[in-house]
């Protein structure tokens, strides 16, 4: 599977935001998709995680209500809708797959380059 994420750029704070990752390779829909986000000199961090079939999904604490992940099987693409940001949500965000419903990075399998995200003040 490969993956290619994109969409990152420079916003205000408060504004809005729209991440894709498109996959290529073997059957998307058999692959559980998450998004990540890593700052310099930090671990990676989980941002939201979506089942394979796109009924479950889970978000991190800190953008629960503020963040929105979806998926297209026919377009094997996942997306993440990203709204009310803050400046703390700078990062580079990157999506991945696997196969178990997971919030640890190790869990994953493939992973797409970084796409980064700059909120300003």
């Known amino acids: 599977v490969q993956l290619q994420a994109s969409g990152g750029g420079l916003v205000q704070a408060g504004g809005s935001l729209r991440l894709s990752c498109a996959a290529s390779?073997?059957?998307?829909?058999?692959?559980?998709m998450a998004w990540f986000r890593q700052t310099p000199g930090k671990e990676r961090e989980f941002v939201a995680v979506i089942s394979g079939s796109g009924i479950s999904t889970y978000y991190a604490d800190s953008v629960k209500g503020r963040f929105t992940i979806s998926r297209d099987n026919a377009k094997n693409t996942i997306y993440l809708q990203m709204n009310s940001l803050k400046p703390e949500d700078t990062a580079a965000y990157s999506c991945a797959a696997g196969r178990n419903f997971a919030r640890t990075p190790a869990t994953y399998d493939y992973w797409g380059q970084g796409t980064q995200v700059t909120v300003s003040s």
């Open positions: 390779g073997r059957t998307f829909s058999n692959y559980v």
